[in-house]
């Protein structure tokens, strides 16, 4: 059921399909995923924000509604005669010396209770405007539900769309699916490759692998620069170690080749012909010449 879910999200985004492995040896290409527990996390992030986001609405409507209540009941109040304000003010109100406790310290006076300030707002508010933001709070509470859907469908793509693909000569890496960022990097111009772990991932069992390339000496392996085209990160795997060991082999074998770069085809600068060349072709020359010749002399 989730896939066909996931396969419409993705064709609505214009996310492009699984990335094609770089250049490479058949039978190289290696592919990394971000770990489960990376997902776990982001997850649990994004539960708490929904959870948050539900209480202030819950509360929100809670609030409103008492209001109301009692708006209505200060309108029964005014129709049976009765004062129509019925928060005791400042001066009528007489003032009672504190009680003792048992130490004999006098004790403190009890904060304004909520019905106090709800009374306030709801002497003050007309009753078609409880109407206006009971309306107002039911829609927020079911966008609430569409935008949950949403953003949970938002966390889970990106951990799924998170590619790191290794051959034999370079390694691709693609992650984002509002923006897309797919980065090929040669092992031609590989210079330093490394791992990093904070607090929080070590309790998580995750690492990021850094590869740099030549150009990229200024930056440093804990500073965020994912957009920098000379480094490359490979973001919270589990098997960090595994992958540094394995480009940092397979980049030896490559420079022990002696391979270049595959993308890059340069032409040889055209040389001068060696002169037993140079003759060769002065007498092919001379004989075509002299057939040529006998052909229009008969």
């Known amino acids: ?153 938002a966390v889970r793509l990106d951990y799924e769309q998170r590619w790191y693909i290794v051959t034999d000569r370079s390694l691709r890496l693609r992650s984002g699916i509002w923006q897309v960022q797919e980065l090929t990097m040669s092992f031609a111009n590989l210079q330093q490759v490394t791992v990093t772990q904070g607090p929080l991932q070590r309790l998580l069992g995750l690492a990021n692998v850094h590869v740099q390339t030549a150009g990229g000496g200024g930056h440093q392996p804990n500073e965020e620069n994912h957009d920098s085209l000379h480094t490359a990160e490979f973001h919270c795997v589990e098997n960090a170690p595994e992958i540094r060991d394995l480009i940092l082999d397979r980049l030896r074998l490559f420079r022990a080749s002696g391979l270049g770069d595959p993308d890059d085809h340069t032409v040889a600068p055209p040389t001068a012909l060696a002169p037993t060349t140079a003759i060769a072709a002065a007498r092919e020359l001379l004989q075509e010449a002299s057939a040529l010749r006998r052909t229009f002399t008969g």
């Open 1 to 153: 059921m989730l896939d066909p879910l996931r396969t419409r999200l993705l064709g609505w985004l214009r996310v492009p399909a699984q990335p094609q492995p770089p250049a490479g040896a058949p039978g190289s290409t290696r592919i990394f995923r971000a770990g489960h527990r990376f997902y776990q996390l982001r997850l649990a992030g994004w539960t708490v924000a929904q959870l948050a986001t539900l209480a202030g609405i819950l509360f929100s409507l809670w609030f409103f509604h008492r209001a109301e209540q009692l708006a209505q009941e200060i309108s029964s109040a005014a129709n049976r005669g009765a004062p129509a304000t019925l928060t005791p003010s400042p001066e009528n109100t007489p003032k009672i010396a504190p009680e003792k406790s048992s130490s004999g310290k006098p004790r403190r006076e009890p904060k304004v209770s909520v019905d106090l300030a709800l009374r306030n707002i709801a002497e003050r508010t007309p009753w078609w405007m409880f109407r206006v933001i009971t309306v107002i709070e039911i829609i927020a509470l079911s966008g609430f539900f569409f935008v949950a859907l949403i953003t949970y469908a």
